[in-house]
């Protein structure tokens, strides 16, 4: 079966562009992740949701991160007016339940120039 | 500040040498979870432990959940170039968090 897919798998933005980032879990997941990694670090966690409903958006680093889902299965996460110290690999990742592994997709290499 | 501490942080090894990942925390986790990162794709599962002692094993690897779920070991026996990667740790504080924090992550280099 088709794991999870992100597109576009790398993005250039200029700084102050908007960007937005999108995510296909495993069909029928529940739960839905979105986490930020730099270069040779773990990542870190943006937001979360289950079905619809976004149930932690803490990690997310300012008011400029929207992420959204509206029907429960497709994801994307909005960067607006996007800074250079937003440049890095944005990982989605789904599980059946909150508390069962991760599936994670290939990423999106983002770059703000 | 780190809630899971990994060490070492880079590992550079021959083949057919064995080798153990530590990740440590002052906190409690509800559950521990092992993951392998290839450059430019996203981690994959290894394995979940849960409970406090627990030892798990897959093929050539060995995972240990400490008593007081606090911290964790990831053991390799003989690697192999195969088992280069990043391997992170990552743990939830409760059963039902969406929330899965992850350490920084242990650089292996395994040398045919």
């Known amino acids: 079966g088709a794991g999870v897919s992100q597109s576009p798998r790398y993005k250039v933005a200029k700084r102050g562009q908007d960007v937005a980032l999108r995510c296909d879990p495993i069909?029928?997941?529940?739960?839905l992740f979105w986490y930020q990694q730099a270069l040779g670090q773990g990542p870190e966690f943006l937001t979360y949701?289950?079905?619809?409903?976004?149930?932690?958006k803490s990690g997310l680093p300012s008011d400029r991160f929207f992420a959204e889902r509206p029907e429960g299965s497709v994801s994307t996460l909005k960067i607006q007016r996007t800074q250079q110290e937003d440049s890095a690999v944005y990982l989605c990742?789904?599980?059946?339940?909150?508390?069962?592994?991760?599936?994670f997709g290939p990423g999106t290499r983002l770059t703000v120039l | 500040t780190q809630l899971l501490e990994q060490s070492p942080q880079f590992l550079s090894i021959q083949e057919g040498e064995n080798l153990t990942v530590y990740c440590n925390s002052s906190?409690?986790?509800?559950?521990l979870q092992w993951y392998r990162q290839e450059p430019g794709e996203g981690p994959v599962l290894l394995v979940t432990?849960?409970?406090?002692?627990e030892v798990k094993k897959l093929k050539r690897l060995t995972f240990q959940f400490g008593d007081a779920r606090k911290d964790s070991s990831l053991h390799i026996t003989a690697a192999q170039p195969g088992d280069t990667g990043l391997y992170l740790c990552?743990?939830?504080?409760?059963?039902?968090?969406?929330?899965?924090?992850f350490g920084q992550g242990t650089t292996l280099q395994v040398k045919p």
């Open positions: 990552a743990g939830a504080r409760t059963s039902n968090t969406g929330k899965l924090i």
């Open positions: 990742a789904s599980s059946l339940e909150s508390g069962l592994g991760r599936y």
């Open positions: 069909s029928g997941h529940v739960s």
């Open positions: 906190s409690v986790f509800s559950s």
């Open positions: 949701f289950q079905n619809e409903a976004q149930l932690d």
């Open positions: 432990v849960v409970t406090g002692g």
